[in-house]
């Protein structure tokens, strides 16, 4: 970590994980980078930081609305400031941008497994690790180039993208098949794949949000969901999805981002979306958080 000790970051958190950070630091233990803690400052009072060059937007989609609150309350938004979100989903930064402006946002896909395991403690366990960023509007950027060369050079696997909506899209319905099925199942995708039944949904799962996908105008390519699937059946088999994890834990779940969107798009564009509207179905009664 010693390249990147010259960035300051603020990290905005709540309750016991911020007091926890505040007290002992950030403890990250990641396949992918190892073991490491990271010592920085941490505030849940966003109108107490000043202007910044990058707000990471992170929360889960149910805290959308009030962060988008909280950061209009302050300044830390100013002229020259972006703004990438790692939410999942194709919305946010359609909702950033009507809250701060679309100059500030840039489109950005993060793929990573990863949780909150205690306050202050966050593990990576799974996934590749990777974060694309591209401008909303299209084509290369000085900004997002040199955006992702300090995130290189920090050791993340970043990369530019210059169609950064359709990689939000492909980013959609991959997630939206690992999080809809692996909440849906309660368990990880080595146990789905190893069925035939349970394999052939997810593949209609990834077929329909395509689907939706093409008819919204997104050139996805018509072998996207099976190239998906087999990535997919690739990468470790303990795997579960963020709203699967959530549902184990008893949490608010993100199926009104994830698959009930695809089905409200669905009907939007005429396209029959029945294994999207199936996992809807069965999760809705968990969308606030009764457990799992």
Not at 7 to 12: A, D, G
Not at 99 to 114: I, R
Not at 228 to 233: G, K
């Amino acid at each position: 970590m010693e390249r990147v000790r010259t960035t300051e970051v603020t990290m905005i958190a709540r309750g016991p994980h911020l007091e926890a950070i505040k007290k002992n630091g950030l403890q990250l233990n990641s396949l992918l980078l190892g073991d490491f803690l990271i010592e920085t400052a941490a505030t849940d009072d966003m109108s107490s930081i000043r202007v910044v060059d990058l707000v990471i937007f992170a929360v889960k989609n149910w805290g959308t609305e009030a962060a988008i609150e909280a950061m209009s309350s302050g300044k830390m938004v100013g002229d020259g400031t972006m703004i990438i979100s790692t939410q999942n989903g194709i919305d946010s930064e359609r909702q950033l941008s009507e809250a701060f402006g679309a100059e500030h946002v840039l489109g950005c896909t993060a793929t990573v497994s990863a949780k909150i395991t205690e306050p202050g403690v966050v593990v990576q366990g799974g996934g590749p690790g990777t974060i694309v960023i591209g401008e909303m509007n299209g084509g290369p950027s000085d900004r997002v180039t040199h955006l992702v060369a300090q995130c290189v050079e920090a050791g993340l696997a970043a990369s530019t993208n210059d169609n950064i909506e359709m990689a939000l899209w492909e980013k959609f319905t991959f997630i939206s098949a690992l999080s809809g099925m692996t909440a849906l199942t309660r368990k990880g995708i080595g146990e789905i794949f190893a069925q035939e039944s349970s394999t052939e949904m997810y593949l209609q799962v990834l077929s329909e949000v395509a689907a939706v996908g093409r008819a919204a105008g997104v050139g996805l390519a018509e072998g996207l969901a099976e190239n998906i699937l087999a990535i997919t059946q690739g990468r470790e088999p303990f795997t579960i999805g963020s709203m699967g994890h959530d549902l184990i834990a008893g949490n608010p779940i993100e199926i009104g981002l994830l698959n009930a969107r695809v089905v409200e798009l669905g009907k939007e564009y005429g396209v029959a979306t029945p294994a999207n509207f199936a996992i809807e179905a069965a999760l809705r009664p968990y969308e606030m958080g009764s457990g799992g």
